[in-house]
Nanobody
């Protein structure tokens, strides 16, 4: 089965940047990043399909960038101008079928990596 491993989380101050990396054992049609803030439900952050088309949550648009490495099994999330409200556990996920959007039912998930933004 497909396995995903995230890395790159950490603790930063507001305004700083982080890059998250997700390594897939197999590429998926739709690959995305999600996050779960403390005490809240998981939410979509950004998704990218196999053609490179992307969608972002309004809260991160213009600050975060989703991309793939040369090897299409690597997924990145570049996060700039981080805010305290960006704090949460970040997950990568993949899905092979259906439309590529955050509301889709993603079938495979990573274990999550913690991002904390605090002064």
């Amino acid at each position: 089965h497909v396995q995903l491993v995230e890395s790159g989380g950490g603790s930063v101050q507001p305004g700083q940047s982080l890059r998250l990396t997700c390594t897939f054992s197999e590429t998926r049609y739709c690959m995305g990043w999600f996050r779960q803030p403390p005490g809240k439900d998981r939410e979509g952050v950004a998704v990218m399909d196999s053609l490179g088309r992307t969608k972002y949550a309004d809260s991160v648009n213009g600050r975060f960038t989703i991309s793939k490495g040369n090897r299409k099994t690597i997924l990145y999330l570049e996060m700039h101008n981080l805010k305290p409200e960006d704090t949460g556990v970040y997950y990568c996920a993949g899905e092979q079928y259906g439309g590529c959007r955050a509301s889709a039912a993603f079938g495979v998930w990573g274990q999550g990596t913690q991002v904390t933004v605090s002064s």
